[in-house]
């Protein structure tokens, strides 16, 4: 006996929610080291601070439709972006349309500080498949000596959280 269903009731759909939202940023020392923070406090330094957001979702490795929306609180000295992002005419706002892969129930993205990026707020409103998904809030610091080894867990910044530097797992050699 096969399952009928009713045409005129509606399917719904549980919400989609992410299991954990990470931002975090990534510094080169000046030992040439990276080391990674769990934090949105991102130090301006040029060519050496990275920072991105971390979503785990859970489920099979699959293709996703990505619209990301930055919106900052003062606009770029200048804007690096591909075909797939729109920018506004006074650079406070870049809408990223992409397709993105989620690997290991993993979606991250990324990227570099340039000269010219600008101190202030950094919003970042991620849709998935159509689904609004997280806001990652970040704060962009000066660092007037471009101080390579500078910790964000050190800086003054509205709205962060405790920074972890997540440490690496040591290998151990077989005695």
Known sequence: ????????????????????????????G????????ETNAIPL?????CFGWRMY?????????????????????QVIAGPETEVSADKTKATTRMLETVQDGVLQRSWCIIPGDPAGTYTYDVSIDG???GEFVFCAIEVPDQNPNTD?????????????????PQIRKAS
Do not use: W
């Open 1 to 28: 006996m096969a399952q009928s269903t009713n045409p005129t009731t509606p399917v719904q759909k549980p919400a989609a929610k992410p299991v954990r939202s990470i931002p975090y940023v990534s510094i080169t």
């Open 30 to 37: 000046e030992d040439g080291k990276q080391r990674h923070y």
């Open 45 to 49: 330094l040029f060519h050496r601070a």
């Open 57 to 77: 979702l859970g489920g099979p490795n699959r293709v996703v439709s990505l619209k990301e929306v930055l919106t900052t609180s003062q606009p770029a000295e």
């Open 131 to 133: 689904e609004p998904r």
């Open 152 to 168: 964000p867990r050190e800086l003054s910044c509205p709205n962060k959280f405790n920074a972890v530097e997540r440490a690496r």
